[in-house]
Nanobody
Framework: QVQLVESGGGLVQAGGSLRLSCAASGSFFSIDYMGWYRRTPGKQRELVARITSGGTTNYADSVKSRFTISRDNNENTVYLQMNSLKPEDTAVYYC??????????????WGQGTQVTVSS
């Protein structure tokens, strides 16, 4: 069974920093992309950042130059370094990844979510 476990959320003042981690475990062949989404009450879940297995990244316009996504392929872990945090970054952040389960089977999985709260 594949699992994604997030950590690193919490409460921080505006202008502060947090680092989220998401570790993948279970039985799979490889991981294609890994990424972070967030959701606030009343809004749809939105992509924050994504990174491919080769290291190509893309970011939501609202977080460019403030957030950095990275991954450790040996540890099957993805990170999100969040700097210059703003109150509007407050959300539940979800880890997402596409797993190649076998050579002919793949699927995406989600973590349980971690709360990030930025106070003004």
């Amino acid at each position: 069974q594949v699992q994604l476990v997030e950590s690193g959320g919490g409460l921080v003042q505006a202008g502060g920093s947090l680092r989220l981690s998401c570790a993948a475990s279970g039985s799979f062949f490889s991981i294609d992309y890994m990424g972070w989404y967030r959701r606030t009450p009343g809004k749809q879940r939105e992509l924050v950042a994504r990174i491919t297995s080769g290291g190509t990244t893309n970011y939501a316009d609202s977080v460019k130059s403030r957030f950095t996504i990275s991954r450790d392929n040996n540890e099957n872990t993805v990170y999100l370094q969040m700097n210059s945090l703003k109150p509007e970054d407050t959300a539940v952040y979800y880890c997402n990844a596409w797993f190649v389960i076998t050579r002919t089977l793949g699927s995406d999985y989600w973590g349980q979510g971690t709360q990030v709260t930025v106070s003004s």
